[in-house]
């Protein structure tokens, strides 16, 4: 039995802190920040932001910067991610690929 092909795009989400990044991300449904993503993840914050870079890179996420709404940063801006439309595309590229 031949193996599914995997859509080349599919190989950067399946990595498996990116695809914990996007799990969280989609479960969520607001934009977070590197801080909130690594804490709910459970990951390094260096490793996240790395992470989210490569997948802003390949037009996965997108990031606008706004105030971070908490006491602690004292007015601090932070860049706050949420995924593009092409997340969803390569899933459903991805589930029919894996369809026996």
């Not at 080349?8 to 996007?22: A, D, H, T, W």
């Not at 799990?23 to 989210?52: C, N, Q, W």
């Amino acid at each position: 039995m031949r193996m599914p092909e995997v859509p080349s795009e599919g190989n950067l989400l399946m990595q498996p802190i990116r695809y914990k990044i996007v799990k969280k991300l989609r479960e969520e449904k607001r934009p977070m920040y590197v801080d909130e993503i690594a804490t709910g993840i459970k990951e390094d914050r260096r490793l996240v932001s790395f992470h989210l870079t490569t997948l802003e890179e390949h037009e996965f996420a997108k990031s606008e910067f706004h105030v971070i709404d908490r006491p602690q940063s004292k007015g601090k801006a932070g860049r706050f991610y949420t995924l593009t439309p092409k997340v969803e595309s390569v899933l459903r590229e991805l589930r029919e690929a894996m369809e026996i």
